[in-house]
């Protein structure tokens, strides 16, 4: 039997990495989420703009794709997610807009999701695949729920994953904890932006 406990069962560091066709995803980094005003304010959100926004330059620089995956929902219309969480990020408001220190420049994608991953349901893995990209930087918030689900099919689908902690925030501590922890020995490798810059 082994020594290791479950989780410490992986072959491979989760703090190593390599950038092999990378792009960066950028998560519900929406004015819902972020500013004050939203209907649903992570206050935390504001602490990641200077890393992504740094992130996005340097990758920008080096030709890697920008990808904005922007939850969206239909204004008036029943949407099953309005049955657990409350009304957000409803299509032409405000607070489905990304914040004005992170918006998208005009080469860069943006993908309306209605569930927490960014690949439910949506055309974000042919966008990845038709562009080449095998390794998703994955940024935003919240890190336990949106950030955390993409995570999720970003490995099952064959991607590498590499969440820049620094760049991500949680619900809480405990919550960035546990799901940076779980990401690291599971899904992928958690690092921070100045690592991945480093490696563009
Ligand atoms: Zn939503």
Redesign the pocket.
């Known amino acids: 039997m082994s020594e290791k406990g479950f989780a410490e069962c992986f072959v491979k560091d989760g703090s190593s990495f390599t950038l092999e066709k990378p792009a960066i995803l950028i998560v519900d980094m929406l004015n819902d989420f972020c500013k004050e005003g939203g209907s649903m304010v992570l206050k935390e959100g504001a602490e990641v703009y200077g890393p992504i926004a740094a992130l996005i330059a340097a990758g920008r620089a080096r030709g890697c794709p920008i990808i904005y995956v922007n939850?969206c929902?239909r204004p008036g219309k029943y949407d099953r997610?309005f049955d657990k969480?409350a009304p957000?990020?409803i299509d032409g408001t405000w607070g489905a807009e990304v914040v004005s220190e992170l918006a998208p420049a005009e080469e860069d994608y943006c993908v309306k999701k209605?569930r927490f991953s960014g690949f439910f349901q949506t055309d974000l893995d042919l966008i990845l695949r038709e562009l080449g990209v095998k390794t998703v930087i994955v940024t935003g918030v919240v890190t336990n729920i949106c950030v955390r689900s993409t995570c999720h099919d970003a490995f099952f689908l064959g991607y590498n994953v590499v969440v820049p902690e620094d760049c991500v925030r949680a619900t809480g501590p405990r919550e960035q904890a546990s799901t940076l922890w779980d990401i690291a020995t599971h899904f992928g490798a958690v690092s921070d932006s100045g690592q991945v810059i480093a490696k563009f």
């Open positions: 939850d929902h997610e969480r957000h990020c209605r």
